[in-house]
């Protein structure tokens, strides 16, 4: 199967969102499930710069936050624009 214009078209409008979804979110709050999943797949002294444990008032919590970093955002977007272009560039399927 051959990815024809749509498939890229859809694949930019994708990373586009996504891009978009980044620049606009500072972080995020793991549930305790998704939180424990972290824990057990990267150890509970698992830190660095994207996944902290949540301190409430000092305390540490099972929590986790997810802080992506900036320029995740604009990756994303500088791709997505890309694909989009090429998509627009390539002859209509059909």
């Not at 620049?23 to 002294?45: A, E």
């Not at 936050?65 to 990756?75: F, K, Q, R, T, Y």
């Amino acid at each position: 199967m051959d990815i024809n214009r749509n498939h890229w078209f859809f694949l930019g409008l994708v990373l586009l969102f996504l891009g978009l979804q980044f620049r606009m979110v500072h972080s995020v709050v793991l549930n305790d499930k998704s939180s424990q999943f972290v824990t057990q797949k990267f150890g509970s002294s698992f830190e660095n710069a994207i996944i902290k444990p949540l301190e409430i008032a000092g305390v540490p919590s099972p929590r986790r936050v997810l802080e992506p970093p900036d320029w995740i955002g604009w990756s994303l977007v500088a791709v997505a624009a890309v694909l989009l272009l090429h998509s627009l560039a390539m002859p209509k399927p059909g």
